[in-house]
């Protein structure tokens, strides 16, 4: 392997660990910080002539994570459990009351079709609403808006 190559392999982990590091507020998950950590110690330690050669950092790097992220992460999540809560928004109650357009009639015995915020949509009725009228949606049901006609 050329010698620049290998004077410069220990700036290359210090910076991919940086990288890492700095990736993770973007990519929630509190995994690549941990990567990144191991990263910055393989070019501390390669830089200080303790790790040599690529297998051997490469070797150093992969345990290390592994060891920090077994070890570190669930104490992390407790000072940060942000980075992991994720609460959906209700979105049928956001939908509920709205006024949609009807673009295929739509009668109790088949379904039509309305246009809901830019997109096509399933809609049911118990009443029949003509194509090109309008109505409100009352429910959903996975891509099945429930709607009944608006006077």
Do not use: H
């Amino acid at each position: 392997m050329p010698e620049q190559f290998t004077n410069a392999l220990p700036w290359i982990w210090i910076a991919a660990g940086a990288v890492m590091i700095v990736a993770e507020f973007a990519v929630p998950g509190l995994i690549l910080i941990f990567f990144g950590i191991a990263a910055v110690l393989t070019g501390i330690l390669a830089s200080f002539g303790i790790l040599t050669d690529v297998v051997s950092q490469a070797f150093f790097w992969a345990i290390s994570s592994f060891v920090l992220l077994l070890l570190l992460r669930s104490q992390v999540k407790r000072f940060f459990p942000a980075f992991e809560r994720y609460e959906p928004a209700d979105e049928i109650e956001g939908m509920k009351g709205r006024i949609v357009d009807v673009m295929e009639e739509i009668t109790p015995e088949n379904p039509g079709r309305v246009s809901f915020q830019g997109s096509s949509w399933i809609a049911c009725s118990s009443a029949p609403i003509a194509a090109g009228g309008k109505a409100k949606i009352t429910g959903r049901d996975n891509l099945v808006l429930y709607v009944e006609p608006v006077d």
